[in-house]
């Protein structure tokens, strides 16, 4: 392989290297950032039924607790169990009907749901919110988020990748051309053209190379005369 292309070669190589390591720290990141946002959801989901069931008992509108587990039901999908409990142990809203006014300790959250509770104290004494969350489609849900950041990650990661090959090309060119005009200027002396000159204009290694191959031909044209 040519010195060029060894050049691009390593230099993509160091560059897809790069680029695959900050993608997945940035998916793991994120994928730990929706998890934790999606426990943060379930929390408050529980805590805003605390202060409406408050709220509710303050005013004395049943109807407000009841509208407001309509819209949790609405906005949440994942919520599959939602049994708020009087300061008498009784069901006082939920969204299974068929719940109402039954006895709390009679009644089992569905198998396989995640189940977060919170108590609260009002007028008519301290009650409890219980809502249970469907796991998958919790899941789902972080999945069709990291599946969205994943194809955004892509096409970002795409073109940070097609500009690097051409950032890699470039300095492979850049580098590797004073060489071949170093090796032209070699094979010029070697063939007896001794005045040859390095057309390099460059103020660098690879410039202090080519004014010394130029006096070296300079010097052995005089000794040649």
């Known amino acids: 392989m040519r010195f060029r292309g060894k050049i691009f070669a390593m230099v993509s190589l ?27 959801r379930e929390l408050t989901v529980v805590e805003s039924i605390v202060a409406i069931q408050r709220e509710a008992h303050i005013t004395r509108d049943s109807l407000l607790l009841v509208n407001y587990i309509k819209l949790v039901e609405r906005t949440y999908p994942e919520v599959r169990w939602l049994c708020v409990v009087d300061a008498d142990g009784t069901v006082e809203a939920s969204n299974d009907t068929t ?21 609260g104290s009002g007028e008519a004494g301290r009650s409890s919110v219980e809502a249970g969350f469907d796991p998958e489609l919790t899941a789902r849900a972080v999945s069709a988020s990291l599946s969205q950041m994943t194809r955004r990650l892509l096409v970002i990661g795409g073109v940070t990748l097609v500009l690097g090959f051409l950032c890699s090309f ?25 005045d040859a000159a390095v057309p390099m204009n ?12 130029s006096q070296m031909g300079e010097r052995l044209h005089a000794l040649d005369r």
């Open 14 to 40: 160091i560059l897809g290297c790069v680029l695959t390591l900050a993608a997945l720290s940035f998916w793991s990141a994120e994928r730990a950032l929706l998890v934790q946002e999606s426990a943060r």
């Open 99 to 119: 719940l109402l006014g039954r006895d709390r300790k009679s009644l089992a959250p569905p198998k396989g749901l995640l189940v977060l509770s919170k108590s």
């Open 202 to 213: 460059r103020h660098d290694e690879f410039g202090d190379l080519a004014k010394a191959f």
């Open 170 to 194: 470039l300095l492979a060119h850049h580098l590797s051309q004073p060489i071949t005009m170093l090796l032209k200027a070699a094979a010029e002396f070697g063939a007896g053209r001794l």
